[in-house]
Structure formats: structure tokens, C-alpha cells
């Protein structure tokens, strides 16, 4: 079975501009996640859904960071626009009950 | 709000020696987690305990869940260089309903010298 997917793997861009970062959960989860890990901060849940729906956004920095989950099989997480201390690895997770499934990441640079 | 506190944050150790990691939530814990996570890797789900004071070995692994389900160690015997990585424990939601949601503990970085 496959696990979890996320693309891009590497990313960089130059300030102000906008990024995506996509996701497909391991089918059959119905919970997702983002997460977003440096070394200063470690590893911060930004934002999570379950069935779809956002539950929880407390963990989203600011303004310029959205997430949707249009369908069960696809996740996004933007940035617009983007700055230089967004640079981390983003990294997306789903579970079915509590234990939780991470995809490989995202390694963002802002430059 | 629900806190995982793990320590010690670093560890070194030449291999062949041993190595401990404790986790500590400020709640009740319905269950606990480990995860691994390698150098440039992403988080690998370990193990899971739910039991007060059960205790669980994956080969020189082993795993404990305190009494009051506050508080888990994860031990490992005589290291070896395929051990390093950062080692998080993770406990859910504490109260209502969790989603699934789980509450990371900052993570032990564990290097191996050869």
C-alpha cells in the first residue's frame, strides 16, 4: 500500500511568492494533518481534519497560511505570500483511529 | 493546555552503551506512542501502549507506560549506529474528542558514536 504523498518534495522560492504543498492521505484515513518542523520550534501542528472538515486552526501562524481538504483523497497547505522564516519541511499525516501515518515532507526555502 | 515534555533533549553515546528517554504529560493519558524519527527522515510510528505500568520490548527496545499513565520511558540496550534519529512520544487529545490529534513531545536527539 502506499503511504502517505506529499509534493514537492524540495521547494524554493523567492519572497512574496506563492507556494503550494499538496497531499494525499493513505486511503481509508479520516484524519489529516499538517505539521510544520524546524529546528528552533521543533514539530508544530498547524492545522488538522477529520472526515474533510478543518477541526482545528489554532496551530496556523498567520494569515498567509491556508489549508483545505476538498476530498477524502487531497490536501493543501499554502503560503501567500511567502517569507523567509516559513522555510521548515512541512509535513502532512493521516490516521484512521490515533496512531498516525507521516508522508515524507516538504522541504521549503524562502529565500 | 496538554503538555508532553520528553528529556533529556540530547543524548550521545559511543555504541554498544545503553540509552534512555523519558516522556512526561501533565495528563492522564489514554495511551501512549513512539515515534522515530532518522536524520533527514520523517516520523515513524513505533509502538503504542495503553495499559498502566505495561511494558513492551521490540528487540533491544523497551518500552514502559508509568502506573498513573503519565509518564513512559523507551530504553534502548547497547546501541548501535541504525539507533540514531530523534526519538518522540506523542499522547492524544486529552477531554472530548480527539480526531485522532496527538500531542508531540519535543523529541530526544540520540547520536551514535562508532
Known amino acids: 500500500d502506499a503511504g502517505v504523498i506529499q509534493s514537492p518534495r524540495h521547494e524554493v522560492t523567492e519572497m512574496g511568492q506563492e507556494v503550494t504543498l499538496r497531499c494525499k492521505p493513505i486511503?481509508?484515513?479520516?484524519?489529516l494533518f499538517w505539521y510544520r518542523q524546524t529546528m528552533m520550534r521543533g514539530l508544530e501542528l498547524l492545522i488538522y481534519?477529520?472526515?474533510?472538515?478543518?477541526?482545528?486552526d489554532s496551530g496556523m501562524p498567520e494569515d498567509r497560511f491556508s489549508a483545505k481538504m476538498p476530498n477524502a483523497s487531497f490536501s493543501t497547505l499554502k503560503i501567500q505570500p511567502s517569507e523567509p522564516r516559513d522555510s521548515a519541511v512541512y509535513f502532512c499525516?493521516?490516521?484512521?483511529?490515533?496512531?498516525?501515518?507521516f508522508g515524507p515532507g516538504t522541504r521549503l526555502l524562502v529565500l | 493546555g496538554q503538555q508532553v515534555m520528553q528529556i533529556p533533549q540530547y543524548q550521545h553515546v559511543q555504541e554498544g552503551e545503553d540509552f534512555t528517554t523519558y516522556c512526561n504529560s501533565s495528563?492522564?493519558?489514554?495511551?501512549i506512542q513512539w515515534y522515530k524519527q532518522r536524520p533527514g527522515g520523517h516520523p515513524v510510528f513505533l509502538i503504542q501502549?495503553?495499559?498502566?505500568?505495561e511494558v513492551k520490548k521490540q528487540k533491544r527496545l523497551t518500552f514502559q507506560f508509568g502506573e498513573a499513565k503519565k509518564n513512559s520511558s523507551l530504553h534502548i540496550t547497547a546501541t548501535q549506529t541504525t539507533d540514531v534519529g530523534t526519538y518522540f512520544c506523542?499522547?492524544?487529545?486529552?477531554?472530548?474528542?480527539?480526531?485522532?490529534?496527538?500531542?508531540f513531545g519535543q523529541g530526544t536527539i540520540l547520536t551514535v558514536h562508532p
Open positions: 486511503s481509508g484515513h479520516n484524519s
Open positions: 506523542a499522547g492524544p487529545n486529552a477531554g472530548g474528542t480527539s480526531y485522532g490529534k496527538l500531542t
Open positions: 481534519f477529520n472526515n474533510n472538515v478543518p477541526i482545528d
Open positions: 499525516a493521516s490516521s484512521l483511529q490515533e496512531t498516525q501515518y
Open positions: 501502549l495503553v495499559k498502566s505500568g
Open positions: 495528563t492522564t493519558l489514554s495511551n
